[in-house]
């Protein structure tokens, strides 16, 4: 079935931060504080409800009202998260051109799959991908291997001629993992804690057009290790 290309939703694929932002902001009202700017909730995305809570409300998961604000935090984002998501810039462009050459490509997300399905229709993506792994299909979440590689069982590959892209430590983590090359999206959501040159990335990318690059390389990887055999 050939090889497969995997990528992160948050952060990687499409950006999500502007309705993630404002589900903060909604929120933020609700409790009586201003609205943030989406510069300083933006490097907070893709660390989930827990990250945005911290920056929003300054509460962590051992918070007595921890699990109170989540479930109103989701409530909010329900009903704003198909307003503005996007492709990242140039990203369509590499779907295309990756569909084009054969190789297929799939999901793996930490998000729930009653926000993550619905957000891909709504971009039309749904009957393009190979698969789509979302964090409450599978027992363990990212950083752990287990949506990675429940995603190869479902476009029938082996995880060694997969490669997976994300923008977070636990995507590089769950990659490496799973047995699969990784690539760090340093045009992601990242804070000023992260530290993407030590996640151990095979390769790294501050802009989506340098994906292609990687995936040329990473083939040619792949075309050498099978003429060693």
């Known amino acids: ?38 510069d300083i909730i933006r490097p907070y995305a893709s ?10 409300f300054n509460i962590t998961p051992e918070n007595a009202n921890f699990a109170a604000m989540r479930d109103e935090y989701l409530a909010l984002y329900e009903e704003v998260y198909t307003r503005t998501p996007m492709l990242f810039e140039g990203m369509e462009t590499l779907l295309q051109r990756m569909e084009s050459a054969g190789l297929r490509w799939g999901i793996v997300t930490n998000k729930p799959r009653r926000f993550s399905a619905p957000l891909l229709a709504a ?21 752990h291997p287990d949506s990675l590689l429940a995603a190869c069982e479902q476009a029938g590959v082996l995880p060694g001629v997969c ?31 992260d530290r993407p040159l030590e996640w151990g990335a095979d390769y790294v990318v ?24």
């Open 123 to 143: 971009l039309k993506l749904e009957q393009r991908m190979a698969c789509l792994v979302c964090a409450d299909d599978v027992p363990r979440a990212k950083p």
């Open 1 to 38: 079935m050939g090889n497969l290309v995997l990528f992160d939703l948050d952060g990687t694929l499409v950006d999500t931060a502007p309705d993630l932002g404002l589900a903060l902001n909604l929120q933020r009202k609700r409790h009586g504080l201003p609205f943030l700017d989406q």
């Open 163 to 193: 490669i997976y892209i994300g923008d977070a430590q636990r995507d590089i983590a769950a990659g490496i993992a799973a047995g699969m090359p990784t690539v760090a999206a340093l045009y992601g959501y990242l804070d000023q804690a």
């Open 206 to 229: 501050h802009e989506v057009a340098e994906i292609e690059t990687c995936l040329v390389a990473w083939q040619e990887r792949l075309a050498d290790r099978c003429e060693e055999h």
């Open 47 to 56: 660390h989930g409800s827990k990250g945005l809570l911290a920056i929003g």
